[in-house]
């Protein structure tokens, strides 16, 4: 395998918890079997592994290009060795200069670009040439495209919004932001590294023309190139496109210790969420896009008898969209819920634990000094506020704490809606760094509120795994076809990330009664058992029958035989 790299650059213009132990760490030795060894002419780098070549690394031409001006960097000199078996080139622009380093770790290599002067930048691109590119696998879902590809076509990994939402590259937010390349029949990934500090950018796209391969991370905005970038890792591979993406993952794959690094059996325990029936409620009354106005307490009241009709025993209900009455205000929506605290008392009787859906960003209810404005008006709740911070902890205190509401965690959702869209923004704390600076801020709020408190995301970032107890596979679209397959794939990506977290298998929306039945039979194999729905399935709107409860009975008695076990 040869690789060809020419790095391309195109410019426009609440504290983390202290330990750092979500963070990869080098490897304790050198290299097992990688080395470098310089070749003479066109600074050509080759890559040996045990001995054999398996590649080659060739450095082209850097650019930066701010509006229509273009600067072009070129090499000074060929590679260096800085020591041991690193490596380090400089590349010049006038006065300017700027330096590449390839260093060789356990079975992959790490390309790094740092700049020693302010340069802005937008964009910071790596051009590669494999010869024999042939596919693509792209681990994050989406409903547009499928998981591999044709090398030729564009895949992006990105903490956006798609556009009218159901591209369905959001169902992982934020995605782990590498890809499986597959060239001369053999996979290898190619990835960010998620490094503190490193990690404010939006999105990460691999752009094929066979041979030639363009990897691009889009910083979303002017980015000053001088602070540190993120560092693309390499890692080689002869198993399959997941054997490529574990090589990446698994040097994140720890988390820091609590007192039951497990989390207590109710965490395993089977699940539902009212949004299924709520869904499902207002199509049979007409209302369609009306579905949170049927979270109230007497319809969870009802869904909690129907439950306990059908013989099925939950260890966790979901409260979900809207007990609020302002989504940023986290106040309770009295005249929905006239007792909430009651309804939490009376499941905890029965030996249920009560989660509450937490919404991300949206700025209702919230002073406009709290919010990251657009056009003068408030647009995103700005978790960098300190007001808006204690506001948050306040909210979350209150509502998990044996002195308020009393539930038992929060399951996050709407983590795609940031403010990404202001490309004019200047803060370094931008990108999935503002993101994940959200999620901690929630995270320690639960936990000081309730220390055994759930909180369930749909996180799929190692740089997250301190800030989530359980990884939610997320929704399903009702024209989705062969949803086991689809749910597979991301129970395999959750365990890449940690094979310990829980996995929350979802159930919503589902296309027809026996997608939803061989979803239902194949949850145990995946992780925690999940049910959105109670009397009908919100995608055919087909009612389900007894003898489905009877074969959901029995698929959740053996789950529970072997969790106790």
Known sequence: MSLFLSPLLICS?????????????????????????????????????????VGRYVEG???????????????????HR???????????????????????????????????????????????RLPGLARIFNPEPSWTYELESPASEERRQDILDSPGRYGGDWIFTPPPFVYAVKARDKWLSLGLDAQKGRLDFLAFTLKGNPPALLAEIDFGRRRDLSRPLPDMLLHFTDGDAYAALDCHLKRYRYRRSFDLPLGPLWWRQPIFCGWGEQLVRAKLMKLEGRQAEFCRQENYDLFRRQLEVRGLKIGILTIDD????????????TEKWPDMRRFVEQCHVRGIRVLLWLPLWHPEGLPASWC??????????????????????????????????????LKVDWTNQGPWDLTDHADEVWGMEMLRQYHAAIYRAAKLAKPRALVVT??????????????????????????????????????????T????????????????????????????PCLYFLT???????????????????????????LVR
């Not at 911070?389 to 998990?400: A, G, P």
């Not at 996995?503 to 949850?523: F, G, H, I, Y």
């Open 536 to 562: 009908h399935l919100d995608g055919s709107m087909e009612r389900i029958r007894e003898e489905d409860w009877e074969v959901v009975r029995d698929v959740w008695n053996r789950y529970r035989e072997r």
């Open 372 to 409: 990251i404005p657009r056009n003068g008006n408030p647009y995103k709740a700005d978790p960098r506020n300190p007001e808006y911070l204690k506001h948050l902890q306040s909210r979350i205190h209150f509502l998990l704490s044996p002195d308020g509401m009393n539930a038992d965690g």
């Open 82 to 128: 800085t020591r041991e078996n690193r490596f380090s080139i400089n590349l010049k622009s006038g006065a300017e200069e700027c330096r590449m380093i390839l260093s060789p770790e356990t079975h992959s290599i790490r390309l790094a670009v740092s700049f020693s002067q302010s340069t802005l930048a937008r964009f910071l691109r790596f051009r590669l």
């Open 322 to 333: 809207k007990w609020q009455k302002t989504y940023g205000g986290l106040e309770v929506d």
């Open 61 to 79: 031409i850097l650019w930066t290009v701010l509006g229509d001006k273009e600067q072009a960097w070129t090499p000074e000199g060929g590679w």
């Open 458 to 499: 749909h996180t799929f970032h190692p740089a997250f795994l301190s800030c989530t107890d359980m990884l939610r596979l997320n929704d399903i679209m009702p024209w989705a076809k062969d949803v086991v397959r689809i749910m597979r794939h991301r129970a395999r990506m959750a365990r890449l990330l940690d094979e």
């Open 13 to 53: 213009g609440c504290t983390l918890p202290d330990d750092d132990t979500f963070f990869g760490k080098e490897p304790e030795s050198a290299a097992l079997g990688i080395t470098l060894r310089p070749l003479p002419g066109k600074y050509a780098i080759e890559v040996l592994n045990s001995g054999e070549s």
């Open 501 to 528: 977290l829980p996995v929350d298998c979802d159930n919503c929306s589902m296309p027809t009664r026996e997608e939803w039945l061989n979803a239902m039979k194949t949850q145990p194999e995946l992780g925690v």
